[in-house]
């Protein structure tokens, strides 16, 4: 009985989240990525990508300073996921016009005890949503779309994309990625106009 007693307290002490059975979904909060916080986003990146991000990555995601768009989802406390984007420009010789950009998706990652509930759902939904609540400001006003990479055999990803927000799957690029296999990807996008 003291054995049991002396767990139960550890456990309390410790405050670990239990999941709640089943696949419900899981209410998220969010907060934004900091100098001292940065290195929770190089866990999550570093455990579920096969790509590793260089220190730039992560110093421009502190330095961005947007929590709208760099943002990590918090399950009971505990970092579960994050999400980084950006607004750059689009290519003119992806045919748009001079000075009409987009928001790119860097990074979608919910660490794998928490995926299938919701997570990555609610983190796109927030920047999808702040970007259309503020698609007349100045910050959004020449955006027109947004996009991301996926690597060729991540169907879960195009998957998630294309059913859940609409997303389009466009042109493979070859040799995307470097030191992983396969090295190619697709372009998924959605106009936001």
Not at 40 to 60: A, E, G
Not at 90 to 103: S, V
Request: charged content about 25%; hydrophobic content about 40%; glycine content about 6%.
């Amino acid at each position: 009985v003291n054995v049991l007693q002396d767990r139960a307290a550890v456990t309390q002490q410790a405050k670990v989240p239990t999941m709640p059975s089943g696949n419900k979904s899981l209410a998220v909060d969010f907060g934004g990525i900091t100098k001292d916080n940065v290195e929770q986003l190089r866990m999550i990146n570093t455990s579920s990508f096969p790509v590793q991000y260089n220190d730039s990555f992560y110093k421009d995601a502190v330095d961005r300073k947007d929590e709208d768009l760099c943002k990590f989802a918090y399950w009971n406390g505990f970092v579960v996921g994050a999400i980084c984007a950006r607004v750059e420009p689009i290519p003119e010789a992806d045919g748009a016009a001079p000075g009409r950009k987009r928001l790119y998706i860097m990074t979608l990652a919910v660490l794998a005890a928490y995926r299938g509930r919701g997570v990555g759902k609610q983190m796109v939904e927030s920047v999808l949503d702040h970007v259309a609540e503020n698609i007349d400001t100045a910050k959004y006003a020449d955006v027109d779309e947004v996009t991301l990479h996926v690597q060729i055999n991540n169907t879960d990803a195009m998957k998630f994309y294309m059913e859940k927000f609409g997303f389009d799957k466009g042109k493979m690029v070859e040799n995307y990625y470097r030191r992983i296999d396969p090295p190619h990807c697709y372009i998924l996008s959605k106009k936001l106009r």
